[in-house]
């Protein structure tokens, strides 16, 4: 058979096939639309599973504001906060400091750099009771100190920070350059001899508060226990029995028939 007569042959084929019914088209339709929903619900599983499979590669850190972050961007976000410190070059000779005590040169000291004293290592070691340092509760209390002194009143205080070693679980508490404290002591009460009379002075007015409030305690007590005689005596009222003569005291006396309650007298 040549090939244009099998080509005349199949389009008389594909002419005389019978064309679709209505319900076929309706049925063909249907089963198209249920293999698309079939194709997307697999897609969706498919990216479901890739993105569980990629948490559970992740370590998620409890961010402590009530949700978890992932450990990998928490680091990526503590890298962005960091600050890169350049150590500062050796000062030159130029630039060295001058102890206030030998009067010698040196290039820095550990109260130069905590405290901005001009006060080599050396003469600390020697002089250590003269740069003892001193926690801001006991500063506030020994020299009658506010927390505007050492916070706003300029220059600012330095301080050092150290756990606390008799409480751990506390914050870290600030230590000040004693001799800074006194000071300032000074500049606020114009005087160590008037720092000691308001010392004197805030232990006369506490010994007072303190002797007030006994007071008014021991007022309280007796206001409530004149009350509570009085409860007493009008809840019980004695009743007495029969009279009786003491020959020994020459007296006469009677017994309460509840509580036993004894009363004596004369008769004249």
Do not use: W
């Amino acid at each position: 058979m040549s090939l244009t007569g099998f080509t005349m042959e199949s389009s008389s084929e594909t002419e005389k096939s019978p064309e679709l019914s209505q319900e076929q088209k309706i049925r063909i339709e249907a089963n198209r639309k249920r293999a698309l929903e079939i194709r997307e619900q697999k897609e969706k599983t498919a990216k479901l599973a890739k993105v569980m499979m990629s948490t559970q590669s992740k370590k998620l850190v409890d961010s402590g504001a009530g949700f978890f972050i992932d450990e990998e961007e928490l680091i990526e976000e503590k890298k962005k906060e960091e600050i890169i410190v350049e150590e500062s070059p050796l000062p030159t000779q130029d630039q060295h400091l001058k102890c206030i005590k030998c009067n010698k040169s040196f290039p820095f000291s550990y109260l130069s750099k905590n405290f901005d004293l001009n006060v080599c290592d050396t003469c600390k070691e020697i002089n250590s009771d003269e740069y003892d340092l001193i926690t801001k509760t006991d500063a506030k209390e020994q020299f009658l100190l506010k927390d505007c002194d050492f916070d706003f009143r300029e220059p600012t205080l330095k301080f050092i920070t150290k756990k606390n070693p008799h409480k751990n679980r506390y914050g870290e508490m600030k230590l000040y350059l004693k001799c800074q404290i006194v000071e300032r002591a000074i500049t606020v009460h114009e005087s160590l001899e008037k720092l000691d009379e308001k010392k004197e002075l805030k232990l006369v007015n506490l010994h007072k508060t303190r002797q007030r409030n006994y007071e008014k305690k021991l007022q309280n007590l007796r206001k409530e226990a004149r009350q509570g005689s009085k409860k007493l005596a009008d809840f019980h009222k004695h009743e007495y029995g029969e009279e009786h003569y003491d020959d020994n005291e020459d007296k006469y006396f009677k017994i309460c028939k509840t509580c036993s309650h004894k009363i004596e007298y004369e008769e004249l």
